[in-house]
């Protein structure tokens, strides 16, 4: 019984961050992620249903959403072209950078994400020094990795995957010097599903591309990082023993996170994917004039969903609380599925879907935020702690690498060499460096 609610704990929050990593694609880069790590991270709250974590709903959130986030910063999009090739070596190496990069995103986003629920009095979190000592991490990676060793995952185009690299080498340090080890664990399934994920989902984006269906298959591949990232991060937290932390918060702790997530991520995800140009572009495809009043609608909607947003999470969740600030099961579900919602609308707005079903991809994020917000609750969370057993990680890397091999060798011999293919090897070396 034990093992049929985690795997049903883990649909749900696969689904969850599944979901919004494909919206993701509309927004990109940093701030994009940073949104749907928040959405993940509010999935597993309401699975948990601990009433100790409820409490620092927003301080959780916001550590989610800032380690998903944070390797938004490095590039992808020659790597993913390495997978459309038909040369044995330059498949196999994209896959195997894409478990790379797809493992950076999990790994630092559930790392910081079990750190803020292992946060106690008895074992608080230094956030301070984590912070400098990612921050030296990831200057000092960049530096030897590229500048000095020139080892170059994706040229011409910018390597901050390397910063990413040295900032989750910091991360492991402060795990395992202050024995952090169910933050740990979160971090190594979380980060193993986002790798898996993406490599997985680069295949199913190529071959889904051979069959001739119109359908976004960049979006499959979207899907599947998240899927895949929420099973592992749902799983390392489920498996972890968590130490009983206290189920209030002082207010003076809470206004910060609570703006970041309801106001700040959603302001600069509007003000970096709303402008006129940018909607003038998209809605060309639908035949919209790029005059057209329901462009400036868009931009009105969208901002006013972000201020709703932040009104009721302020009023609800702070202003009306006592002080030390304590919530409920209820609440929480409700922010997840608003936060969530919000950000399934603004796809909808952006991708002008609300009024042309020219992206059928879009109505499917409806149907998943709908099947999650009627099965979510009939979760009953079951933690079954397990031991981090890093003496078996050896073994399962090799596991891995054999399957990408097999994945690999399916993808030479299913296509000759689609548009959009790039070679890492026994190619012409590249002019100049795209940062």
């Known amino acids: 019984m034990k093992n049929k609610q985690l795997s049903f704990a883990m649909l749900m929050a696969g689904m969850s961050l599944g979901t919004a990593w494909a919206i993701r694609g ?46 938004g ?24 950078m894409l478990f790379v990069i797809g493992g950076l995103y999990g790994y630092i986003g559930g790392g910081l994400f079990g750190l803020a629920l292992a946060d106690s009095a008895l074992k608080p979190v230094k956030w301070h020094e984590l912070i400098v000592e990612m921050t030296v991490g990831a200057v000092l990676f960049y530096f030897f990795m590229i500048e000095e060793f020139d080892w170059r995952m994706t040229p011409p185009r910018s390597e901050m995957w390397a910063a990413c690299f040295g900032a989750a080498v910091a991360l492991t340090w402060y795990l395992v010097r202050h024995q952090q080890t169910s933050a740990l664990r979160v971090a190594v399934f979380s980060g193993l599903g986002g790798g898996f994920g993406f490599a997985f989902g680069n295949t199913l984006q190529v071959l889904g591309g051979l069959t001739g269906i119109k359908f976004n298959f960049w979006n ?30 002082p207010k003076a702790k809470t206004w910060f996170p609570l703006l970041m997530v309801l106001l700040l991520i959603p302001y600069i995800v509007w003000q970096q994917s709303f402008d006129l140009e940018r909607l003038q572009g998209i ?26 947003l932040t009104a009721a999470g302020w009023r609800r969740f702070y202003r009306q609380k006592p002080d030390p600030l304590t919530h409920t099961a209820r609440e929480t579900y409700v922010l997840f599925l608003a936060h969530w919602g919000v950000y399934v609308v603004f796809s909808l707005l952006i991708t002008g ?5 020219y992206r059928i991809e879009q109505y499917l994020y409806l149907v998943n935020w709908v099947m999650v917000a009627l099965l979510i609750g009939k979760v009953q969370p079951a933690f079954t702690p397990k031991p981090l057993a890093p003496q078996k990680w050896a073994g399962n890397f090799g596991i ?30 590249p002019v100049g460096k795209n940062k």
Do not use: C
């Open 26 to 71: 509309q927004f990109g880069h940093e701030y994009g992620a940073a949104w749907a790590g928040a959405i993940g991270s509010l999935s597993i709250l309401v699975i948990a249903q601990r009433t100790d974590w409820y409490a620092k709903v927003f301080a959780a959130t916001l550590a989610g959403a800032l380690g998903w986030g944070l390797t």
């Open 73 to 96: 910063l490095a590039s992808y999009g020659i790597v993913v072209g390495y997978g459309r090739g038909t040369e044995f070596v330059n498949v196999y190496y994209g896959l195997m």
């Open 220 to 249: 499959v591949m979207e899907y599947s990082l998240g899927f895949f990232g929420g099973l592992g991060m749902a799983y390392g937290t489920l498996t972890s023993h968590w130490e009983q932390s206290n189920p209030h918060q």
């Open 283 to 308: 809605f060309k495809q639908i035949d919209v004039a790029p005059d057209s009043p329901v462009l400036v609608g868009v931009q009105w909607v969208s901002i006013g969903l972000i201020a709703a």
């Open 353 to 357: 879907a609300f009024m042309s079903g």
């Open 400 to 429: 891995v690498l054999v399957f990408f091999a097999v994945l690999a060798l399916l993808l030479i011999n299913s296509h000759d060499e689609l548009k959009g293919a790039h070679k890492r090897f026994g190619a012409p070396p």
